[in-house]
């Protein structure tokens, strides 16, 4: 029996969670998995409804959990909020507290949607690519930062920092994952201009003793953005820190044609998880019934394999999404002339008569 906090957040979020939550709902009822669902605040909701983006409870709550599932969060309402109010220091604040620090994030091509993606078929056919993000340090947490003054004008300043500890633990995710997996590791840096990055790669090298039958290769982080878009299949795991992993991510998430098609894990030491999928809270299309659920469907996928050992149940969400893609129904986002489009509701609908008739 697992206890589940569900974290809706902002715009969209609630929308596509309740999608993932119907697909909960029938795992529950055909296949005894006895999921408890608690729901919880976070992002601006938590901010309107108790002052904080991140409440104590909310901590207090996932800490009882077995897993998290996440929604989205931030929007313009927020936006001139003082910093450590903004709904992002929410999300950035839980990953923190809860040292989730290795995130993965798999960019995988379905089939169907070849044509939606913006690069040729013949590039992106058979994409299946796994970026691994360090999520707790580097320059997203890095000190000091701020704005100040400083002769006379404003400075801003933000810290890139790694211990190596640090970079050992993430280079230990990454290698593992590979093992089971293309046995290639690409660590991403930028080690030509930056010192942390040239411990990042020394302490990339140290942790790949400890794996012979995994390959080892260092790019550096603009190069990796051009080889993304000229040649993403050369790439089976990637490895990098916070902020290049953030922006390296979003291109990934764009070669399998939209980026509302991608889960992530972010798991701390003991593989305890939240699940969110990667793009935002969307609020200009929010209530609209036409965001596309299936990232957030496809995070529940990834729980049931990383955190709850479900992975019969994991293979049976994500066969359930290729058979709707197959019957050619597609949400706005990934639709083309000819395609079956359907609202977020309808989506969810479909992944669940698809999942409860397999
Ligand atoms: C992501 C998002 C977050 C990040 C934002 C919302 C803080 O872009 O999960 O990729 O930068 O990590
Ligand atoms: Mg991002």
Redesign the pocket.
């Known amino acids: 029996m697992s206890k589940i906090l569900i974290l809706p957040g902002d715009g969209i979020g609630t929308e596509i969670i309740d999608q993932a939550v119907k697909v909960i709902n029938s795992l529950n009822s055909n296949h005894e998995m006895g999921m408890t669902l608690v729901n919880g605040l976070i992002g601006g909701i938590a901010y309107d409804e108790t002052g904080s983006p991140l409440p104590e409870e909310t901590i207090k709550i996932a800490k009882s959990c077995d897993s998290i599932l996440l929604g989205a969060?931030?929007g313009p309402k927020w936006e001139s909020l003082e910093r450590d109010l903004r709904p992002?220091r929410g999300?950035?604040g839980i990953r923190s507290e809860l040292d989730l620090f290795s995130n993965l994030r798999p960019a995988i091509l379905y089939p169907q949607l070849a044509s939606a993606s913006s690069l040729k078929t013949e590039i992106v056919s058979g994409l299946d690519l796994m970026i691994v993000r360090e999520l707790v340090s580097g320059i997203y947490f890095g000190k000091p930062r701020g704005i100040e003054i400083r002769d006379g004008e404003r400075f801003g300043i933000n810290s890139a920092t790694y211990y190596e500890s640090e970079i050992a633990r993430i280079g230990h995710s990454a290698f593992q994952i590979a093992q089971k997996r293309g046995k290639r590791v690409c660590s991403v840096d930028k080690a030509n201009v930056l010192e942390v990055c040239e411990l990042w790669r020394e302490v990339m090298e140290e942790v790949s003793l400890s794996y012979p039958d995994v390959a080892l290769s260092h790019m550096y982080v603009d190069n990796a953005a051009m080889q993304l878009v000229r040649d993403p299949k050369q790439f089976d795991v990637m490895v990098t820190s916070n902020l290049f992993g953030?922006v390296l991510?979003d291109c990934a998430a764009m070669l399998t044609g939209s980026i509302g098609m991608l889960p992530s894990a972010s798991l701390d030491k003991n593989n305890f998880g939240m699940y969110e999928p990667?793009h935002?809270s969307a609020p200009d299309i929010a209530g609209k019934d036409i965001a596309n659920p299936l990232a957030t469907i496809l995070s529940v996928s990834m729980m049931l394999r990383y955190s709850l050992n479900q992975v019969e149940l994991a293979d049976k969400i994500n066969s359930a999404v290729s058979t709707v893609l197959d019957k050619g129904y597609r949400t706005k986002d990934i639709s083309a002339v000819g395609d079956k489009v359907v609202g977020t509701e309808e989506m969810g609908d479909l992944i669940v008569m698809a999942l409860e008739s397999q």
């Open positions: 969060v931030g992002e999300l950035l953030d991510s990667i935002g």
